[in-house]
């Protein structure tokens, strides 16, 4: 399952995500599910064996956790056909996300929750605040000074440089490229078995090894590193971090949901826009709104 970041811009900004809630444990309102009739086809194992029940509805309530519809003739479950979320906090594991001005004005400017193993958020941050008071060219600085930083990292594992990879996984992922019709599990076997990603694995694992007990921090560095990310000179990386810095992966405004892609399991994304269209377009809009709009950055999970 999945973590990812939505700008909520506008006032009540609980009150906008609302429409967006999964179904997950039968909490969602009801004003905002459908009805959705299952395509399985139990019937041979109902003939097979009936478990005692008269009636295939019954069989399929009982056995398969499905739900006969207020007809009494369709048998399915109850829905929000656009679902985005089914958890969300405040900050959460991205907590002090705005960067304050330091006139910020403090009736506005609030400060959510941390999430899970995260750190409270830092004085002069805030998870909501008005769209005037985010120095957003203070943030602008940081994400590039920590690119900076990261990328030299990286450059230090590898003296020969950094290893260029052949097949990307967007590259694979492509849905209208040569691998579309390719198996999940063949995609991911194509592109570990290429020699650049084994020689990465194994450089940066004997990294994080040495960070074993002395720095968490430094050992999650490591070994979540994504040789995808490095696949640009350092001054392209430095300048794609800058340009994302207020970026998130999805904004609602005005009742519409706008994303890069379709959050899933395990963070995979389908569908995803490229990264630098995604935050010029993110930038646009930024920059196209009034100075009094109210900004909220929500950890939501799927």
Not at 28 to 51: G, L, V
Not at 232 to 260: F, N, P, V
Request: glycine residues 8%; aromatic residues 14%; negative net charge.
């Amino acid at each position: 399952m999945s973590h990812f970041t939505v700008l909520v811009i506008g006032p009540d900004p609980e009150t906008q995500l609302a429409p967006f809630q999964e179904n997950n444990m039968g909490e969602c309102p009801p004003e905002y599910m459908e009805f959705e009739e299952t395509t399985e086809d139990y019937r041979k194992d109902f003939a097979e064996n009936n478990e005692g029940h008269e009636t295939y509805a019954d069989y399929m309530v009982y056995h398969h956790g499905y739900q006969m519809c207020a007809d009494g003739k369709k048998i399915g479950y109850w829905g929000n056909p656009n679902q985005k979320w089914d958890w969300y906090k405040l900050g959460g594991r991205w907590t002090g996300y705005f960067k304050l001005k330091p006139d910020a004005n403090s009736e506005f400017a609030i400060k959510g929750s941390a999430g899970l193993m995260t750190s409270s958020a830092k004085d002069g941050y805030a998870d909501t605040a008005l769209k005037k008071d985010i120095d957003v060219a203070g943030m602008i600085e940081i994400a590039r000074g920590n690119a900076k930083e990261r990328y030299e990292k990286v450059e230090a594992l590898f003296p020969d440089g950094i290893p260029k990879i052949e097949l990307t996984w967007a590259t694979i992922c492509d849905k209208e490229g040569e691998y579309k019709d390719m198996e999940w599990d063949a995609r991911k076997n194509l592109y570990h078995s290429q020699e650049s990603i084994k020689i990465w694995k194994k450089i940066k694992h004997a990294k994080a090894d040495e960070f074993n007990n002395s720095s968490s921090d430094g050992r999650s560095f490591y070994m979540w590193l994504d040789q995808d990310d490095y696949q640009c000179t350092k001054e392209e990386y430095i300048q794609s971090a800058g340009d994302s810095a207020l970026s998130s992966y999805a904004i609602l405004k005005d009742g519409k949901w706008y994303e890069r892609g379709e959050m899933g399991w395990w963070g995979m994304a389908s569908n995803e826009k490229d990264k630098d269209v995604w935050d010029k377009e993110f930038a646009k809009l930024i920059d196209e709104l009034p100075d009094n709009t109210l900004f909220s950055l929500y950890d939501c999970h799927i």
